[in-house]
């Protein structure tokens, strides 16, 4: 259907696992639910801050999860449904420190941060370990080097939450500690709903790339202005239905001469349909002659 409709325009991907975000939390002892029509979700299982570094002080086996066994079978079911694709082992996934632990804690993280401060910086400083030791694992799994010399990636969206002022107790140590351990090459970052504020702190890390995704309160002018490191601005599906052709190729367009250095957009199911395929050719088309007529940087 990708081919019929938009042609050699849109890469085909390859054929690959199901994404799923939590699997490192599973290897934790979190439930992954999986709700007939939504995303896959998990409940909060640490009572305390303290019930959380125990958690953490365990010795946990990854391979021995259960949802990981089940992975590791669709992947095999996949290469032998598929035996001319080279279906890789990928997608068994985990989510940056501050993410994880508000997933682990539950809205109480934020009280934690507060009130148990030191002890809030022993959980962060296991977490970033576990999570750590869980990519090297999957890296392995994979026949990747566990630390990457062509950069790696980390997607934090909570920590948005968390106060600017506080990035420096609570944020950057444990970002700093993942690329560290994990890359010797460039450190990208995709984080939800930052603010200007945030960019300063965001500077620290050094980053060759940034993915700010659904940020409402930044625009490309204020990222290029107060980060000025490549990055990304998205146009998301739920914008297709109520904006023109015209108005997306002027919206792209918009984002490269205010520094963007690329754009993109993600195709669901239900774009598929009516007219909102002549809007997505219409953001392709846009987008290449932007290219094509100012290479960014």
């Known amino acids: 259907m990708l081919r019929d409709l938009f042609g050699s325009d849109l890469a085909i991907p390859a054929c690959f696992c199901p994404p799923i975000a939590y699997g490192h939390l599973a290897c ?44 590791v079978e669709f992947r095999h079911q996949l290469q032998k449904e598929f035996p001319r694709e080279q279906v890789p082992f990928s997608g068994f996934g985990k989510e940056g420190p501050i993410t994880s632990a508000v997933l682990l804690r539950g809205q109480d993280f934020f009280m934690d941060l507060y009130d ?10 296991l ?14 799994s994979s026949r990747q080097p566990s630390v990457s010399p062509a950069g790696t990636g980390l997607a934090d969206d909570f920590a948005a939450l968390v106060s600017p002022r506080l990035w420096s107790e609570f944020v950057l140590p444990y970002w700093q500690q993942y690329y560290t351990e994990l890359t010797t090459g460039p450190r990208s ?12 702190y965001v500077k620290e890390l050094g980053l060759m790339s940034f993915d700010p995704d659904r940020s409402s309160k ?7 202005w107060q980060l000025g490191v490549p990055f990304s ?9 109520a904006i023109s052709p015209e108005a997306i190729a002027g919206w792209v367009k ?14 669901y199911v239900n774009m598929l349909e009516k007219d909102i395929p002549s809007k997505v050719k219409a953001f392709i088309r846009a987008a290449k002659e932007s290219v094509q007529n100012d290479p960014p940087n």
Do not use: M
């Not at 992954?32 to 896959?40: C, K, L, R, S």
């Not at 490269?256 to 250095?261: E, Q, R, V």
């Open 254 to 267: 918009a984002a490269f001469a205010d520094g963007a250095s690329n754009v993109y957009s993600y195709i």
């Open 218 to 224: 930044l625009t490309p002018k204020i990222i290029n």
């Open 233 to 241: 601005w998205s146009l998301q599906s739920f914008d297709y239905p």
């Open 28 to 71: 934790l002892g979190s439930e992954v639910i999986f709700p007939e029509n939504g995303a896959p979700a998990v409940r909060p299982i640490c009572s305390s801050i303290d019930a959380g570094i125990q958690l953490l002080k365990r010795d946990i086996i990854f391979e021995r999860n259960a949802l990981y066994r089940q992975h």
């Open 127 to 140: 977490l970033t370990q576990s999570i750590i030791q869980f990519v090297k694992f999957c890296r392995d």
């Open 189 to 200: 970052l995709h984080c939800e709903d930052l603010t200007p504020n945030h960019l300063p």
């Open 116 to 125: 148990r401060p030191e002890e809030t910086k022993e959980f962060l400083e």
